[in-house]
């Protein structure tokens, strides 16, 4: 089985930053991409950042030129560096990795989110 565990969450103000960690454990062969995704209340999962084993990232337009995601392969772990953030960026914020863990294909695994939130 596998296991992602999110931390760095927290409250902060606006301008702020705040670094968020996932890392992978269990019987892991293979990861493929790794991403940040968030939700709030009422609303749908949305994708914020994906950064592929090779290291090539896509971010979401909402956070474009503020976070950067990025990966250690050796450690399975991958990292989202939020700076300048605002108050709509509060949301549960989750990772997910596309894992080879011993059966012929990938999985989409997911962390148990944490809670960033941003004040005024």
């Known amino acids: 089985q596998v296991q992602l565990v999110e931390s760095g969450g927290g409250l902060v103000q606006a301008g702020g930053s705040l670094r968020l960690s996932c890392a992978a454990s269990?019987?892991?062969?293979?990861?493929?991409?790794m991403g940040w995704y968030r939700q709030t209340p009422g609303n749908e999962r949305e994708s914020v950042a994906i950064?592929?084993?090779?290291?090539?990232?896509n971010y979401a337009d909402f956070v474009k030129g503020r976070f950067t995601i990025s990966r250690d392969n050796a450690k399975n772990t991958v990292y989202l560096q939020m700076n300048s953030l605002k108050p709509e960026d509060t949301a549960v914020y989750s990772c997910?990795?596309?894992?080879?863990?011993?059966?012929?294909?990938?999985?989409?695994?997911w962390g148990q989110g944490t809670q960033v939130t941003v004040s005024s």
């Open positions: 997910n990795a596309n894992v080879l863990s011993g059966g012929l294909r990938y999985q989409n695994y």
């Open positions: 269990g019987r892991i062969l293979n990861i493929n991409a």
């Open positions: 950064i592929t084993s090779g290291g090539s990232a």
